[in-house]
DNA sequence: CATCAGTATTCCTTTTCAAACATACTGAAA
DNA sequence: TTTCAGTATGTTTGAAAAGGAATACTGATG
């Protein structure tokens, strides 16, 4: 009698673009930190991920987006900040709904892998 | 009126173990590879990848499956060979019809997308 | 018109991780 | 008992990506 390890099976989505990945989990935690501090310096921070790096990849998303996710505001009082459009606030709910819709089925359809 | 780009879904899935990742379609390529030539050698010039690598996947998924997946043969006229094991066969098969399942689901599922 | 905090951008260092290299080991068969 | 092709394994190298570090730019506000 095998002593029975336990399998199961993960999943990692994105959303696909003409030009390649454009939007993952990733870019999403990204949105939403954004959100919740109002720059993307302190959305970094709290990610614990280089300035440099976050504005890459906001510059990415507003570019292949159809309408920019994020909007910045430059100069100014408290130096200016970054925050969602609403396109951006619609990105996070979708994406997580279709995740959530996925999973869901995934866990329903599969279990007691074996290998 | 928008140019509406066109976005897609797209999911990669693996299948985890306690240990972490266990079997994605990377090594799944590999044992299609092995079956095929008969070799982790010839596997892997198949996939232009390099020996070395290709045999420490395959240690690595014998460890982790309960039975192994891949028979090593070890010297001998042509110097042994490689060949799946039963196990290793019914993991491509498993893999790829839940794949599929999936896949499925999502194209029924999300379709209009807009970012 | 100086300040200030965040955005924008370049450059350089470090890390990581894959690929390449090198070298034993194995055992059936001639 | 030599050959041979594949397995087994350590070491080295190199390129790409991540991670700083440094610097200029912006504009509301006092």
Redesign the pocket.
Known sequence: MPENKKYDIKVRLWIEEAEGPFLGIGKIWLLEN?QKT???????KEM??????A??L??EMNKRAETPLVE???????????RLTEAGERAITLFYEIEKRIKDFIEKETQNLKF
């Not at 109002?38 to 970094?44: E, L, V």
């Not at 614990?48 to 790096?53: E, L, S």
């Open positions: 954004i109002g720059s993307i310096t302190n959305a970094a614990k991920m280089a300035y440099r790096q504005w890459q906001v510059e910045k505001l430059l100069g100014g009082k408290g130096g200016g900040g970054a």
